[in-house]
């Protein structure tokens, strides 16, 4: 209620929509970093693109392995999910590379979509199969997965449509996926 009173009171005349990149074949992942820049993937050019506000677009990774969700932990280190390669990454802000989850049960993960982490640096990634992903799955479900900050992979869930957006609450304690398939966005209680 409070919100609902408080929301006419705000002036949104300023608000103003801009092109700050173009040319891209599809854009997912944007991840906002502390550094003021933003990072987002063009999945079928197979990049990995940084925005500089002021400078424009430069290319962080040629072959991201289709690259998807993107997202960053407090300490500035890029976490993406890397469709094609079928894992989840870390990069360091020197540029070296971390796998953190491939292999579900010795089975390859279906194809990693989208990335959060939060503030205690948990991870918690969605894997559904897109498309001819399908036809590679090893997996025989779809799920919300958690990496523990130990590096223990653990299944969330197993819903019956594939998985896709996550977004933590402000809190860190709600997990919120969003189901292609279902249509629907669900909330998982992290406590």
């Known amino acids: 209620l409070l919100a609902a009173t408080l929301l006419p009171a705000q002036d949104f005349s300023e608000i103003k929509v801009e ?13 906002w970093s ?28 040629e ?15 890029l976490y993406s999910c890397e469709s094609r390669n079928r894992r989840v990454i870390r990069q360091d802000k020197k540029g070296r590379v971390e796998v953190l989850a491939d292999k579900w049960e010795g ?13 205690d640096g948990e991870v918690y990634f ?3 199969a897109f ?3 399908q036809d590679a799955r090893e997996l025989a479900f779809f799920g919300v997965f958690h990496i523990s900050r130990k590096g223990a992979l653990e299944v969330l869930a ?3 449509g594939r998985p896709n957006g996550v977004a933590l609450s402000p809190n860190g304690r709600i997990l919120y ?3 292609s398939d279902e249509r629907n966005v669900r909330a998982y209680d992290l406590d």
């Open 34 to 61: 502390h550094e003021n820049y933003l990072v987002f993937s063009d999945v079928p050019r197979d990049k990995l693109l940084k925005f500089v506000p002021g400078t424009g677009t430069e290319t962080v990774r």
């Open 158 to 160: 197993k819903p019956k």
């Open 131 to 133: 498309g001819n992903q």
């Open 107 to 119: 089975k390859r993960l279906n194809a990693p979509n989208d990335i959060v982490v939060r503030k």
């Open 126 to 128: 969605t894997d559904p």
């Open 177 to 179: 996926v969003d189901n």
């Open 19 to 31: 092109k700050v990149s173009a040319g891209h074949g599809f854009t997912e992942g944007p991840a």
């Open 63 to 77: 072959q991201s392995h289709g690259a998807n969700g993107n997202t960053f932990d407090v300490q500035g280190r």
